[in-house]
C-alpha cells in the first residue's frame, strides 16, 4: 500500500502553483497519472522518489515512512527503493548496457541477475554496447531493465514512451505490461498517450491543476460511466472535413487510420490534434426482405 | 652535473607538474560545487576565482609578495607555525601558480559539469547510490574531456607564468628560476643563443601539449 499526501509550492511558467496530491495505491497495481504538461507530473514523480522535497505531508510505502515532515523524516533518494525511468532515460553513458545494469544490481538483495534482465528485455545482443549507439527503443528497454533491477517497491515512469515511434510504442506496452503481470511492484506512469493509459493502467489520476481531480478506472474517467458501449478506443483526431450535412473525421487508432462520420453538434469541443474516445453503442443490424 | 638549461627546465616542469596535480586535487571538487551550487553569492565566487584571468600577474604578484613576507600576519604565522616561507622559495611558486591557474582549471571542468544533465545523477541515487559514488563511478568519468583540457590548459599556463613568478620568487637558479624568467634574464645579458633555447623549447612543448589534447577529444567525440 502506496499513500502519498503532499503539498509542494512549484514555480510553474505561469507563476506559482500549489501542488496537493492526495492518492492512494494498491501495491501491485499500474496506475497512470494523465494531465496537461506543467500540471506537477514529474514534480510528484520525483518526490515520491526523493529527489524533490514536499513543503509538507505524508509519503508511506508499505507502512514505512519515506517522508514526513511533521516528524522530520525524509529519506534520501538511494534508501527509498524505487525504480525511476526517466524521460531522457538517464542511462550512463560511458558504461555499457552491461555495465549499466551491473552499477543498479551493485549491493541489491535478491531479485533478477544481470543475465536474467539482459533476456527479459531482450539485451543479449546490445550487453558490449554504449547507450549512445542504441536506438531509442532499445535506450528505453535498458532504462527499464535497469530501473527493475533491484526489485523496487514502485516502479516510476516519467513520459516513457512519448519519443518513440508508434510501433516501437505498442511492442514496449507490451513489454511492460508483461514485466508488470510477472512483479510485485506498484507502477506509476506519467502519460499523455490515452491508448497506453488504458492498455497499461487499472487506475487513472487525473492531475490539473496542481490537484487530483478525478481517479478512476480508464474507461470511466476518459468515457464517462453512462456509456455502455460494445466498442471503445482511444484515438488521435488527424483531420476534419465537411462533406454535405455531416463532417468525415479522419482520426488515428493506434496505426489504424479510420474514417468516421460526426454531426456538427458532436465536433463543437473537438479540434484537429485533439485525443478522443471513438465508441460505437450497437451495430445497426442490417434488414433484408426474405426469399 | 646538470646544466643551467637542464635544471631550470626540470624545476619548471616540477613547479607546472606539482601545481597541476594540487589544482586537480582541489579544482575539481570545487567545479563540482560550483556548478551544483544555487546560492545567490554564487557569482561572487565565480568572480573572486576569475579575476586572475583579467588582472595584471604583477598585481596579484605584488599581494601576495606583501602578504606572504615575513613581517605580514600571514607570513609570520606561515614561518612560526609550519617553519614556511612562501617567498623567494619553490613553496611559494607553488602557492602563486595554484592561485593564477585556478580559474584555467575550475572554468571547463564547472562547464564539464553543468552540462550533465541532472538525471544522470539522480538515476544513480534512485539506484541505491550515494552522493560520494556517484560523483567517481557517474559524474567524473563523463567530465574526463573536461578535466583534460583543464588540467592541460593550468599545466601550459604554469609553465608559460612570468610576472607572478618574477615578484614573488625572484630569479634564484635551481630554486626559482624557472624558463620564462631565464629567457628574460638571458636576453637581458644579451645571451640570445641562450634566450632562444628556452623559448624554442618553451614554444615546441606548448604546441605539442596543445596539439594532444586537440587530437584526443576529437578522437573522443568521435566515439561519443
Known amino acids: 500500500m502506496i499513500s502519498i499526501h503532499i503539498t509542494k509550492r512549484l514555480s510553474a511558467a505561469t507563476g506559482p502553483m500549489d501542488l496537493k496530491v492526495d492518492l492512494e495505491l494498491d501495491g501491485r497495481e499500474f496506475a497512470a497519472l494523465y494531465g496537461k504538461s506543467g500540471s506537477g507530473k514529474t514534480s510528484l514523480l520525483k518526490m515520491i522518489a526523493g529527489l524533490m522535497t514536499p513543503d509538507s505531508g505524508t509519503i508511506t510505502v508499505d507502512g ?65 554496447r554504449k547507450p549512445g549507439t542504441l536506438s531509442g527503443g532499445q535506450q528505453q528497454r535498458v532504462a527499464l531493465a535497469r530501473a527493475v533491477a533491484r526489485s523496487p517497491k514502485i516502479l516510476l515512469l516519467d513520459e516513457p514512451l512519448s519519443a518513440l515511434d508508434a510501433e516501437t510504442q505498442t511492442k514496449l506496452r507490451e513489454e511492460l505490461l508483461n514485466i508488470s503481470r510477472r512483479t510485485s511492484f506498484a507502477a506509476l506512469i506519467v502519460s499523455h498517450d490515452l491508448g497506453e493509459i488504458f492498455a497499461l493502467a487499472k487506475t487513472v489520476f487525473m492531475l490539473n491543476n496542481g490537484a487530483i481531480e478525478r481517479s478512476g478506472r480508464p474507461s470511466e474517467i476518459f468515457a464517462g460511466t453512462a456509456l455502455s458501449s460494445k466498442f471503445r478506443f482511444a484515438a488521435q483526431v488527424l483531420e476534419i472535413e465537411k462533406a454535405d450535412v455531416v463532417f468525415v473525421l479522419t482520426i488515428a487508432i493506434g496505426n489504424n487510420l479510420v474514417k468516421v462520420i460526426a454531426t456538427e453538434e458532436e465536433l463543437q469541443n473537438i479540434r484537429v490534434g485533439d485525443k478522443v474516445v471513438v465508441a460505437s453503442k450497437a451495430f445497426n443490424p442490417i434488414v433484408m426482405k426474405e426469399g | 652535473m646538470l646544466s643551467a638549461y637542464a635544471i631550470t627546465l626540470l624545476l619548471t616542469f616540477k613547479l607546472a607538474a606539482v601545481t597541476t596535480a594540487l589544482l586537480l586535487i582541489a579544482g575539481v571538487p570545487l567545479a563540482r560545487l560550483l556548478a551544483s551550487m544555487r546560492s545567490p553569492l554564487k557569482p561572487v565566487f565565480e568572480t573572486l576565482i576569475a579575476m586572475p584571468m583579467v588582472l595584471p600577474p604583477s598585481v596579484i604578484g605584488f599581494y601576495l609578495l606583501v ?92 609553465i608559460g607564468e612570468f610576472g607572478i613568478v618574477l615578484m614573488i620568487g625572484g630569479n634564484i637558479p635551481g630554486k626559482t628560476r624557472v624558463a620564462s624568467i631565464a629567457v628574460y634574464d638571458e636576453v637581458e645579458a644579451l645571451h640570445y643563443g641562450n634566450a632562444n633555447d628556452y623559448a624554442l623549447t618553451l614554444l615546441v612543448i606548448s604546441f605539442v601539449i596543445l596539439l594532444a589534447v586537440s587530437i584526443v577529444n576529437r578522437r573522443r567525440t568521435r566515439l561519443a
Request: aromatic share 12%.
Open chain 1, 64 to 128: 514505512e515512512p519515506w517522508f514526513d515532515s511533521a516528524r522530520g523524516i525524509n529519506l534520501h533518494a538511494r534508501s527509498r527503493g524505487v525504480g525511476f525511468v526517466f524521460q531522457d532515460y538517464a542511462l550512463f553513458p560511458h558504461m555499457t548496457v552491461r555495465k549499466n545494469i551491473e552499477y543498479a544490481l551493485e549491493g541489491a538483495h535478491g531479485g533478477l541477475s544481470c543475465g536474467e534482465l539482459l533476456d527479459t528485455f531482450e539485451l543479449g545482443g546490445l550487453a558490449d
Open chain 2, 67 to 158: 602578504a606572504f613576507s615575513p613581517q605580514s600576519g600571514l607570513g609570520k604565522f606561515l614561518e612560526s607555525a609550519a617553519n614556511l616561507r612562501l617567498i623567494f622559495s619553490f613553496e611559494g611558486l607553488v602557492v602563486a601558480s595554484f592561485i593564477y591557474s585556478l580559474p584555467f582549471l575550475v572554468r571547463p571542468i564547472q562547464a564539464g559539469f553543468e552540462a550533465l544533465p541532472p538525471s544522470l545523477s539522480e538515476a544513480s541515487f534512485t539506484l541505491g547510490k550515494s552522493r560520494m559514488r556517484t560523483f567517481f563511478s557517474v559524474l567524473l568519468p563523463n567530465v574526463t574531456p573536461a578535466i583534460l583540457s583543464g588540467g592541460v590548459l593550468a599545466f601550459a599556463h604554469t
